[in-house]
């Protein structure tokens, strides 16, 4: 931790633990909280979180989320915390520095931190440069993200389209486009270069991309396209689930939606 705050250690109950209005990590892997929260119910936490005091009894997060949560989720009463003495502004930006030094949030995760700071904290580009050490401009070309309709991001997030691509996509204006461009990049397993070309062509065209490039080749793109589908319904909150099998005569996928 900076020298510049003052920092114990000390075990806090989990009820007296706020969540981080301004955690960056939005998205969390159901398969690897399950497997966090069964270490932790067999170990427990090994690694403190790190809170600040915002009364007596009252504390809010900054970073360790994931172990919070899981904690949670084991049933343990209470949890090992570094605790910060920051103010609520730092406790955002610190946040964000924490996974970023972990390599741990997606672009998009990070662009929306970005903004998340400039609207709530009123940073400008350049401020938020000086505090996290990237370039101003490379932190207003991430904001320019956000400006991405938000089924299109569910498909970047899904399909783990890369930054060049989802930037690629920013150029299609009309809203309507833009989520059918996504779809035929992600459904025809498009590179970064192909998705350039692509866009390139449509905005060329003036035409929207209503032309599949290509048809689905093999059952291995099929399988990877309904597996990706799926992983959409469950980011929405839908209890969602896929299955397949396989005859001499055929193959089955299954899908079950619970109610």
Do not use: W
Not at 69 to 88: F, K, T, W
Request: hydrophobic fraction near 35%; aromatic fraction near 6%; charged fraction near 30%.
């Amino acid at each position: 931790m900076p020298d510049s705050f003052n920092t114990k250690i000390k075990v806090i109950p989990l009820k007296s633990i706020l969540p981080n209005p301004g955690q960056p990590r939005k998205y969390f892997d159901p398969d690897s909280m399950d497997a966090l929260t069964r270490s932790i119910e067999r170990y427990g936490v090994l690694s403190p979180i790190t809170v600040r005091e915002c009364s007596t009894d009252e504390y809010e997060l900054i970073s360790g989320e994931r172990r919070y949560r899981a904690a949670y989720a084991a049933g343990l009463a209470d949890i090992p915390c570094i605790v910060l003495d920051a103010s609520r502004t730092d406790c955002a930006i610190l946040s964000l520095l924490e996974n970023l030094q972990r390599e741990d949030l997606s672009f998009l995760e990070i662009a929306e931190s970005y903004r998340e700071l400039v609207k709530k904290e009123g940073y400008t580009s350049r401020e938020l440069s000086r505090k996290l050490g990237d370039k101003a401009y490379e932190i207003k070309e991430r904001m320019n993200l956000m400006r991405l309709d938000p089924i299109v991001r569910k498909y970047i997030r899904s399909f783990r389209l890369t930054e060049r691509q989802a930037s690629a996509l920013l150029r299609i204006r009309d809203k309507e486009h833009q989520i059918e461009a996504a779809r035929q990049i992600c459904e025809n397993s498009l590179n970064e270069s192909e998705t350039i070309k692509y866009i390139n062509s449509l905005i060329n065209s003036g035409n929207s991309p209503t032309v599949h490039i290509n048809k689905i080749k093999d059952i291995k793109m099929l399988r990877n396209t309904i597996a990706d589908a799926v992983g959409i319904v469950r980011e929405s909150g839908i209890n969602a689930e896929y299955s397949e099998s396989s005859t001499d005569d055929e193959q089955k996928f299954t899908i079950v939606i619970h109610n």
